[in-house]
């Protein structure tokens, strides 16, 4: 009898092990994030060592041996090598959305959800030319409503009216308004420009807006700076986005 199992997946992480094989971390539609070992596979006559690099689609047949957590890679075919041809501004976007993915826990129950969104995210990155960061902060807002721990962009999390905002409170996981950001005394609170306030208030419908605006460097560090804190937050751990730092 064949355990032999056939899965799409995005290849998240890849690291190589001993002489010849490969450890591969895939987004899965249906089994959330599997480790796949690619036994073998670096030795020069394998011609599959290509398709296994980093954010590459995958039509896969791996094999799971029911007494271990591990997946055994059998081989692939390619749907789409999302960086192939992509300039690096697009790249390091693609880049930050999946090293997100690998420092959250995804569970099976919304790995297919988590999957549309990420493939949904890349097709529509390549196409934006400016202003790439916005849709990234979109894609983590609809990440963060999956995974059950929504941001709310539209009411003050104190008093839940509808005013502009004037920081973020970690502690609440929300944005403040200026009436509660002066009852809250809290060294912690995130104060934030009119210009970052502004841009969330359009981030729902960035795709409208993101030809016209025009991003200044200091909302880019207090939304990023906002957003990691709100997932490290709620997983209780410092996440980190190396990639981020290279816009
Ligand atoms: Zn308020």
Redesign the pocket.
């Known amino acids: 009898m064949s355990r032999d199992i056939k899965t799409k997946g995005i290849i998240i992480k890849k690291v190589n092990f001993r002489e010849t094989s490969i450890i591969l971390d895939i987004l899965t539609p249906e089994y959330g994030v599997i480790s796949v070992m690619a036994k073998g596979i670096r030795k020069q006559k394998s011609k599959n060592t290509g398709l296994l690099e980093i954010l590459n689609e995958l039509d896969l047949i791996l094999y799971k041996n029911p007494s271990s957590e591990w997946y055994i890679y059998r081989s692939s075919q390619i749907v789409n090598a999302h960086l192939f041809n992509i300039d690096i501004s697009t790249s390091v976007l693609m880049q930050a959305a999946v090293e997100v993915i690998r420092q959250i826990i995804i569970s099976v129950e919304d790995s297919q959800e988590i999957y549309q969104l990420l493939e949904t995210y890349f097709e529509y990155i390549k196409t934006v030319n400016i202003n790439g960061i916005a849709i990234f902060w979109r894609f983590l807002l609809k990440l963060f409503k999956i995974i059950g721990i929504e941001l709310n962009i539209s009411?003050?999390?104190?008093?839940?009216?509808r005013?502009q905002f004037?920081a973020y409170f970690p502690q609440n996981h929300g944005f403040?308004?200026?009436?509660?950001?002066h009852t809250v005394n809290d060294e912690q609170i995130f104060k934030i420009n009119k210009n970052t306030s502004d841009l969330i208030s359009k981030l729902n419908n960035i795709g409208n807006y993101i030809d016209e605006i025009s991003i200044p460097k200091t909302s880019i560090k207090q939304l990023n700076r906002i957003f990691l804190t709100h997932l490290s937050e709620h997983f209780h751990k410092k996440i980190h986005l190396k990639s981020i730092e290279l816009l």
């Open positions: 009411n003050c999390i104190e008093c839940s009216q005013k004037f403040i308004c200026e009436n509660c950001y």
